[in-house]
């Protein structure tokens, strides 16, 4: 999926966090967004997907070169861009088994059978060494840091999605979880090349496994600065205040 920002500026009560922030991400990339807290990395991707409480006062968000500003979330989920959340929530009183098929019902108009659904989230469970009797316990209810996360990755698994956001993602996993997850997604990526990514993180921990093809700074609500993997490299080094100067 190619999606593109243009000229982005972005109010949250009546604070602006984004202030002209361009990007074009093309299908099968991986670009990362860093920086210091602050700086409206969360920000971008909730606006992505369309969180209400985001306000665009400027630009445009295109996919495929079509704006979908007036999008409400289901509809660009519907789309194929899916949120990993920095925060995942939990509901008591539904299953994960129970929310994913309604998602996936209300998303394909071909519909898996019980059968092949209860086979393929089985099998990505088993690949994220997710403990199965989780899926049949209320969504994320005395889950882990790290459990939320495994079950976000499911999710995707489960969706299909073309346009993949990681909202730091490798915050509450692991060593070993991390390395889990990453080599799911790379492998995710490796099936369906036409998918793209953008990670946003503080760390390079994830682009250890997940290598970016661009990787940008943000300061200030917009890009200040582009590069490749090694940028990153850079900045895990220096940190961002050396390197270019950038306070959160």
Same mark, same amino acid.
């Given at each position: 999926m190619d999606i593109e920002l243009k000229d982005l500026e972005v109010e949250v009560d009546d604070k602006k966090i984004l202030n002209g922030l361009n990007l074009k991400i093309k299908k099968g990339e991986?670009?990362?967004?860093? *920086?210091?807290?602050?700086?409206?990395? /969360?920000?971008?991707?909730?606006?992505i997907m369309g969180y209400p409480d985001y306000k665009v006062i400027n630009g445009d %968000?295109?996919?495929? /070169?079509?704006? %979908?500003?007036?999008?409400?979330?289901?509809?660009?989920?519907?789309? *194929? %861009?899916?949120l990993v959340y920095q925060n995942p929530i939990s509901i008591d009183g539904i299953t994960e088994r129970e929310l994913i098929k309604a998602s996936l019902d209300s998303k394909n108009d071909e519909k898996k059978t019980l059968y092949e659904f209860v086979l393929d989230l089985e099998h990505n469970a088993d690949t994220l060494e997710i403990d199965k009797k989780m899926l049949h316990r209320s969504f994320n209810i005395g889950a882990s840091g790290g459990e939320k996360k495994k079950n976000e990755i499911l999710w995707a698994l489960m969706l299909k999605p073309k346009f993949l956001i990681l909202d730091e993602l490798d915050s509450g996993l692991d060593v070993d979880s991390l390395k889990v997850v990453s080599e799911t997604i790379e492998e995710y990526l490796k099936e369906n090349k @036409?998918?793209?990514?953008?990670? %946003?993180?503080?760390y390079t921990r994830i682009l250890d496994y997940?290598?970016? @093809?661009?990787?940008?700074?943000?300061? @200030? *609500?917009?890009i200040v600065k582009d590069g490749d993997f090694s940028l990153a490299k850079l900045i895990e080094k220096n940190g961002y205040n050396q390197s270019f100067d950038i306070k959160g």
């Open positions: 991986i670009h990362a967004i860093m *920086g210091p807290n602050g700086v409206g990395k /969360s920000t971008l991707s909730r606006v %968000i295109l996919v495929s /070169s079509k704006s %979908i500003l007036e999008m409400p979330i289901n509809k660009r989920s519907n789309l *194929g %861009i899916f @036409d998918v793209s990514v953008l990670i %946003i993180t503080h997940l290598k970016p @093809d661009f990787v940008h700074v943000l300061k @200030d *609500g917009k």
